[in-house]
């Protein structure tokens, strides 16, 4: 049996590669309070010729993460291999899921976020370090609940937590 520290990211690797890297020197910046297991960590050594030898690699990342992020860009919504895959992975083990709008919209963005993800159990967040940390710390436990009460859909923090954590 896996342990099951890590957070799955999902992302645009042809688009919004660059955010994920920003997203990783967060972590690694002392100055910044943003703090994850990256799954991407394990197996990174892998067969990318065969999509269904990637997707074995990637099934063993899922199998060691507790939290599943997606970064959302302009064109995450129309991505039809990885990214829905991914996605319904997550779903399919009811990871606590985190959509992380790169534009900076604070809730769900209806014309980005992926339409598989549009009435499933999210938090959506913007793309601030300080806003992602906060729902890596405490989104789990809200999802957890949320799901023991039967609820779904999005939800997204109130202005004043923002405010509160400096944005």
């Known amino acids: 049996m896996a342990y099951r520290n890590k957070t799955y990211v999902a992302f645009d690797g042809d688009e919004d590669i660059n955010d994920y890297w920003l997203l990783?020197?967060?972590k690694n910046n002392?100055?910044?309070d943003f703090d994850f297991y990256d799954a991407h960590d394990l197996n990174s050594a892998r067969d990318t010729s065969q999509e269904e030898s990637i997707k074995n690699q990637l099934r063993k990342r899922f199998d060691d993460s507790k939290l599943f992020i997606?970064?959302?860009g302009k064109h995450t919504r129309y991505l039809r291999k990885f990214?829905?895959?991914e996605i319904d992975q997550a779903l399919r083990r009811q990871l606590p899921i985190i959509v992380v709008n790169l534009n900076g919209k604070r809730n769900r963005?209806?014309?980005l976020c992926p339409a598989k993800l549009q009435n499933e159990l999210a938090i959506h967040v913007a793309f601030k370090a300080a806003i992602l940390n906060f729902a890596v710390k405490a989104w789990p436990e809200s999802d957890a609940?949320?799901?023991r009460d039967g609820e779904s859909g999005a939800?997204?923090?109130e202005d004043s937590l923002y405010a509160k954590l400096g944005l």
């Open 155 to 157: 939800y997204y923090y």
């Open 83 to 85: 990214v829905p895959w």
């Open 30 to 32: 002392d100055n910044i």
């Open 109 to 111: 963005d209806d014309l």
């Open 70 to 72: 997606l970064l959302v």
């Open 24 to 26: 990783r020197a967060w």
């Open 145 to 147: 609940r949320h799901r």
